[in-house]
């Protein structure tokens, strides 16, 4: 099972880094000295600093990204951490090598002993040997780039950090290895000969090499790096044919094809035809069509023919067919990978349902003191339910009395305060006396005009007296917070430590909430009681401003009369002191009015807070202990939860009963637990495909 669903990863993360993708990518491959190299050239305009070539030994040493860009003219060098350096670089030499240890930090990795031979080794082995005393020998001359993350350089200066160095070099005495720090390379340049602007080349080092892991690596460089592959050979005297090395490198780039039913859509033979080797050239497309082609031309794959020295040829004989044929056959590749991705997602999830109902049958066959210890502690959840239940249906019942009593003192009382402190405020003088706000309307009225002046402080007063009876709003709060404490008090009383040491009603119900969603114990149904609960809000300005608006209406100096249907002024002030007094007196005894209605219709609507709580907390009673089976919640039921919730805490729930439990129902009830979470991702896995 955890092959395939590591498999199933993988192919999730290369299907998410294929359609992430904003540009055509299309791999280089092949054996060293079939002209890659060149043709990478010829394609991105780059030279021998950028994308070494040579005559003798493999010459790139790193992966790199080459991208036509209109702006850009650099390179961006990933260098590798430590870490990464010894994992992917120095242990598949000793995984390879067999040997029994492997360094895990730079500097046993510098202090390692290697061997200058192995007892029968093969050939390989040798040369793995070899490679891996030179990486530790060169190790001064790239240890100090490790670990320095990206770093854009000026591509003038770039083969030293992604070629191998030369015979000549290695000839001369000791090299500077610094590739070997080097993860990968990013290019960004303009193409002279392509009008493609999001277009990528991947230059895949590896195949053929003798490198520990390079084959591997070579795969997963295609699988999640590009949409295409040119495999390229080429046309000369020795190899003027189809070699059994080649059919190996087919298959392996065929491996990386993944879901791709078209192999020819995904693999493009290329053929190297230097000029003057028309013939040469000719005999390996002949031997190309009988061994691979089975005798028909493009059967499988598509042989492209090119001198890849010559840039022109390269845009007429390959770039263009190439990307003309993209075009058309990308969305179906496409498809292909996310119909693939799709179908082996399902096949491990299908596999892990049956793996898990084995399971489960087992597990559940399990008699003697498991089960009975498992029955012992669903009573005791069973019991716990009851208790809880009981409490609070009688916290219900209070509620309910107090919320269809004649009246509630409380509510009242803070009403009634509201609306002394707002009456205070207005016969004080609006805040600052009566002379003051007498002279300082004077001086407006010569200013404004008086009727302006007036219809400014009407507005003022009614967004006043509006504002302080919003101060209700702690009222409501703390009604509301005094039930979430009664309700995680209850709760809390009844689960031995648990919830020991909380304070405060939101504050026991979080930590309730956040106990019944645990990933590996959740109980959805319980916990969505509980957070209905803990949203549960009141305030005046949601709840009630909006049904005393009428009550407001009356401090406006502007109104509709009802007979005629027209605008009128409700009172227009003289100029002059005598006409500011009466001004004041009026709006006075206005903002009186609208405080007295605002105050009885508060005390004569219906929706008062205890109603609100009550509502709440009944609504909480029925979900947290009676609801049944959710589909809507993947639920079967608060019955059902508390035994899971009392499982998951037994140990919290009642302390110190349940100590001589074997260390074997311990493991059963863990087990249980797994299953039950395993079967609830599984479900939400089937119900997302």
């Known amino acids: 099972m955890r092959r395939r669903i590591a498999r199933a990863i993988e192919l999730l993360t290369a299907v998410e880094a294929r359609f992430a993708r904003d540009t055509v990518n299309i791999g280089v491959s092949g054996s060293a000295r079939m002209g890659k190299s060149t043709l990478l050239q010829s394609i991105s305009g780059l030279g021998d600093e950028q994308i070494p070539t040579g005559r003798d030994l493999p010459v790139t040493a790193v992966r790199s990204r080459i991208y036509n860009s209109r702006s850009l003219n650099q390179a961006i060098l990933r260098f590798h951490s430590r870490e990464s350096f010894l994992a992917e670089v120095v242990h598949p030499y000793h995984v390879e090598l067999k040997f029994a240890a492997m360094p895990t930090t ?68 000791p090299v500077e290895c610094r590739y070997l720090a080097v993860r990968d390379v990013r290019i960004d340049c303009p193409f002279p000969h392509t009008e493609v602007e999001r277009l990528g080349f991947v230059d895949l080092p590896g195949l053929g090499e003798i490198a520990a892991d390079a084959e591997k690596r070579h795969i997963t460089g ?89 840039p022109q040829a390269v845009r007429d004989d390959l770039l263009t067919p190439l990307l003309r044929k993209l075009a058309a056959r990308l969305p179906v590749m496409d498809a292909d990978c996310l119909a693939g991705t799709r179908e082996a997602v399902d096949h491990a999830r299908a596999s892990a349902e049956a793996a898990l109902a084995e399971v489960t049958r087992a597990v559940r066959g399990v008699r003697a003191e498991s089960g009975d210890v498992i029955e012992l502690i669903n009573r005791e959840a069973e019991q716990l339910r009851k208790a809880i239940s009981k409490d609070l249906s009688e916290l219900v019942d209070r509620l309910r009395n107090r919320a269809f009593e004649a009246e509630d003192p409380a509510y009242v009382k803070a009403v009634q305060e509201v609306h002394r402190e707002t009456v205070d405020w207005i016969t004080s003088g609006f805040g600052v006396g009566e002379q003051a706000w007498c002279q300082s309307a004077e001086l407006d009225f010569l200013t404004d005009g008086a009727l302006v002046f007036a219809e400014h402080q009407m507005n003022r007063i009614r967004v006043e007296v509006a504002n302080r009876f919003a101060a209700l709003d702690a009222y409501f709060s703390d009604e509301v917070e005094q039930a979430r404490l009664e309700v995680g008090t209850i709760i809390a009383r009844h689960c031995g430590t648990l919830l020991s040491g909380i304070e405060g009603g939101s504050a026991l119900l979080t930590e309730l909430a956040a106990l019944l969603d645990n990933p590996r114990n959740p109980c959805p149904a319980l916990h969505g009681a509980v957070v209905n609960l803990l949203t549960l809000r009141m305030g005046y300005r949601s709840h009630l401003h909006p049904r005393l608006r009428r009550q407001l209406d009356g401090l406006q100096m502007r109104y509709r009369n009802p007979q005629t249907g027209r605008m009128e002024t409700a009172f227009t002030p003289d100029d002059g002191a005598e006409g500011v007094h009466e001004l004041y007196v009026f709006l006075v005894q206005q903002a009186l009015n609208a405080a007295h209605e605002i105050r009885k219709a508060l005390l004569e609507e219906e929706m008062t807070p205890a109603l609100v709580v009550y509502a709440a907390v009944e609504h909480f009673l029925d979900s947290f202990i009676r609801s049944g089976a959710s589909e809507e919640l993947h639920s079967p039921g608060a019955k059902w939860e508390f035994e899971r919730f009392a499982r998951a805490y037994r140990d919290q729930l009642w302390p110190g009963a349940h100590e001589g439990i074997a260390e074997g129902n311990v493991r059963y009830d863990h087990v249980l637990t797994i299953i039950e979470a395993l079967e609830k991702k599984l479900a939400e896995a089937g119900r997302s495909a």
């Open 106 to 173: 730079i500097d046993e990795f510098r202090a390692w002993s290697y061997p200058t031979e192995l007892p029968e080794a093969t050939p390989g082995q040798i040369s793995m040997l070899v490679r891996l005393r030179d990486i530790h020998e060169a190790l001064p001359t790239y240890e100090a780039d490790l670990g320095r993350g990206e770093q854009v350089v000026s591509l003038d200066g770039l083969r030293r950090y992604v070629a191998y160095p030369s015979h000549e070099e290695r000839s001369a005495g």
């Open 222 to 310: 295609l699988r999640h790096d590009v949409d295409a592959v040119l495999l390229v050979k080429r046309a000369v005297d020795a190899q003027a044919f189809w070699m059994e090395a080649d059919g190996r490198a087919l298959d392996l780039l065929d491996e990386a094809r993944g879901s791709i039913r078209n192999r020819g859509d995904f693999v493009h033979l290329v053929i190297n035809r230097p000029p003057g080797q028309e013939s040469l050239a000719e005999a390996l497309r002949a031997d190309i069509l009988h061994k691979v082609n089975d005798g028909q031309e493009a059967r499988y794959f598509e042989v492209l023919e090119t001198d890849v020295k010559n």
